[in-house]
């Protein structure tokens, strides 16, 4: 029994892992940090020794995750995806895709996959799905759906797609690598290309029927802090010839964004009411418009400076220095209310010079039960008015401070940086060909694109930092750690031995089967790579027991090794898309791990009639 203990200890400790990081009941940050410890603490006691003497798994070998290339890229990734979100740098290939689908939700989202589908077999995963998320991101917001239901499918149909060549997963390059050294014939480009093909169709059809009823409708933090009533503002702006509005006929969505309506066109002296009949708009005509915080935010995106122009003169002044420093990459937008005896009650946002007192620039106004159609500026303050406002997050916390505003810190949100759009898709675009021309390894060109994005002013560091997950930082650690106990202590390829050993004598098909079952549910704890050379020899020595080709039985091994669709650890676009999608660790095992079962039970059924293989 002793000589089963460390094995035994790992399998009970990777079981209380996945209930752990399944149930999140214990915060999953805490859980990673809590086995790391566990692993640590036993394998000093228990020390596994090498002909050398020397602890297989010890701390230089448990800790080696936290200096792991795939986590270091994966990191990298999620700060090259922030610069592009932030200044919409892919805005025109959503607009594209819209205009192919004519706003089209399914035909959208089905061109968008259908370019994953082309493009996976061939270019590495990690560039294809770090290419798609910020463009299905767009696309869901545009389309009004939750990243939630799209960004477990892009990784899936990515991984799915994988599967067809040789070159459409590291995985495949490493069956083939191993089948060599075991004086094996390689595989061949498109061996895989049926058998591949016929799992891809299985896996599509699940994600059409099933995935809308499994996926979670999850939005984002700041979107579920904002559910209820949601608040309209008051905002105004200039009229201006770069915005295309000129001559336009006026209209309650004259701007062409959700959740906005005109409700007042101050033209001169005259005041123009809606009905808005017979009436288009002017250069230098001032809109009064309702908007909701996120179309604020949106109509700063999309008509830069439209809100600026129209506080120019009588907040900013003629300066154009003022002006310019709301078009940095460093500006949020916060909604800040006016507490009862502050003395701002009663007064108006020209006469207390708002601007030069707190420099930050007040976009909106909202007032509970009040239609307001006076100018922003003219508009006397009351206790319990709520202000979007504008500026940094240094400048916000010195609102705090004078006591007369108060931050609601769970609105505060990055404003969009339109006019770093090229530099930002000039970085990623770069990162990205070469990463998939492979020039690069995708580690390496990730950290310079991130350097690039800080250098050139796309992000600040601080920006940068908080695009990083926390739980992917102490998630792969621990998960690299557990995989890496359970190779080195012989559980993995014990458990497989005596599984298929015991078995054959069901006849091949059945061995084939719990073969790739096995492998399947493996790739999910240990890595796809660690799987694939732990059992690409197992399956090589079964074949030649049983009389089989060992190519055969390599293909279960590569087809399975892709199945990484039940855990966010077990593959590095299910980690890349954990955050964009607000993912839990169960959401992974909810649609993933049906999906695997039931791509086993297709290639038990294909693989044995494809391949004439006895039962």
Same mark, same amino acid.
């Given at each position: ?38 692993? =640590? ?113 892009? &990784? ?150 439209? =809100? ?111 006019? =770093? ?95 790739? *079952? ?30 089989? &080709? ?13 199945? &990484? ?31 695997? *079962? ?18």
């Amino acid at each position: 029994m002793e000589a089963y203990f460390p094995e035994a200890f790992t399998f009970f400790i990777v079981l209380v892992a996945i209930a752990l990081f399944a149930t999140e009941r214990i915060p999953i940050e805490f859980s990673a940090i809590a086995i790391l410890g566990v692993l =640590l603490l036993f394998f000093e006691v228990f020390p596994l020794l090498d002909a050398q003497g020397e602890n297989l798994l010890g701390a230089s070998v448990l800790l080696q995750g936290f200096a792991n290339p795939a986590l270091i890229a994966v990191l990298a990734l999620l700060v090259l995806g922030q610069g592009v979100i932030r200044t919409d740098a892919l805005g025109w290939s959503t607009g594209y895709v819209l205009a192919l689908a004519r706003m089209n939700v399914t035909l959208s989202f089905a061109l968008a996959f259908g370019c994953v589908l082309v493009l996976s077999p061939f270019l590495n995963n990690t560039p294809v799905v770090v290419l798609f998320i910020p463009i299905l991101q767009v696309l869901a917001h545009r389309l009004r759906r939750t990243a939630s239901r799209v960004m477990m499918p892009l &990784s899936f149909v990515a991984v799915l797609a994988g599967m067809t060549t040789l070159i459409g997963s590291s995985t495949n390059l490493l069956v083939s690598g191993a089948l060599t050294q075991l004086g094996e014939a390689p595989l061949g480009f498109f061996d895989m290309t049926v058998p591949g093909l016929v799992l891809v169709a299985v896996g599509l059809i699940y994600l059409i029927v099933f995935g809308p009823r499994l996926l979670p409708d999850r939005p984002s933090l700041p979107e579920r802090l904002m559910t209820g009533r949601i608040p309209r503002f008051v905002a105004k702006l200039t009229v201006g010839s770069e915005a295309g509005l000129v001559d336009k006929p006026a209209a309650s969505n004259v701007l062409g964004i959700s959740n906005t309506r005109l409700i007042l066109v101050q033209r001169g002296e005259q005041a123009l009411l809606p009905p808005f009949t017979d009436v288009r708009l002017r250069s230098s005509d001032l809109l009064v418009v309702l908007a909701t915080r996120t179309a604020l935010t949106e109509l700063a995106a999309r008509y830069p400076g439209l =809100l600026h122009n129209a506080l120019a003169a009588e907040t900013l002044g003629a300066d154009d220095r003022d002006q310019g420093q709301f078009a940095a990459g460093d500006q949020v937008l916060a909604e800040v209310m006016i507490p009862p005896g502050s003395r701002l009650v009663g007064e108006s946002l020209e006469r207390i010079g708002f601007y030069r007192t707190y420099q930050c620039l007040v976009l909106g106004l909202e007032r509970r039960s009040h239609m307001i159609r006076d100018q922003l500026t003219k508009i006397r303050l009351l206790a319990g008015d709520v202000l979007v406002v504008q500026g940094t997050r240094p400048q916000l916390q010195s609102l705090r401070r004078t006591g007369n505003l108060i931050p609601l810190d769970e609105t505060v949100v990055e404003l969009p940086a339109p006019q =770093l759009a090229k530099r930002a898709a000039a970085i990623f675009v770069g990162v990205i060909l070469l990463a998939a021309t492979g020039l690069l390894p995708v580690v390496v060109s990730a950290l310079l694109g991130c350097v690039a994005m800080i250098a050139t002013g796309v992000l600040t560091f601080e920006q940068a930092a908080r695009a990083l997950d926390r739980r992917i930082v102490l998630l792969v650690p621990t998960s690299l750690a557990l995989g890496a106990a359970l190779e080195r202590s012989g559980g993995a390829e014990l458990l497989a031995q005596e599984l298929l050993f015991g078995v054959q004598a069901f006849g091949a098909a059945v061995v084939l089967s719990l073969l790739f *079952l096995i492998v399947a549910l493996m790739t999910n704890i240990l890595t796809n790579n660690a799987t694939a050379i732990i059992f690409t020899p197992i399956a090589v020595s079964i074949a030649q027991s049983l009389g089989e &080709s060992p190519t055969v039985f390599a293909l279960a091994v590569l087809l399975a090794a892709n199945c &990484s669709f039940a855990t966010p650890i077990a593959y590095q676009t299910n980690l890349l898309i954990m955050g964009p999608g607000h993912y839990r660790f169960a959401d992974f095992i909810r649609l993933g791990l049906p999906l695997v *079962l039931l791509i086993w039970v297709a290639f038990s059924l294909f693989a044995p009639w494809y391949y004439q293989l006895g039962y």
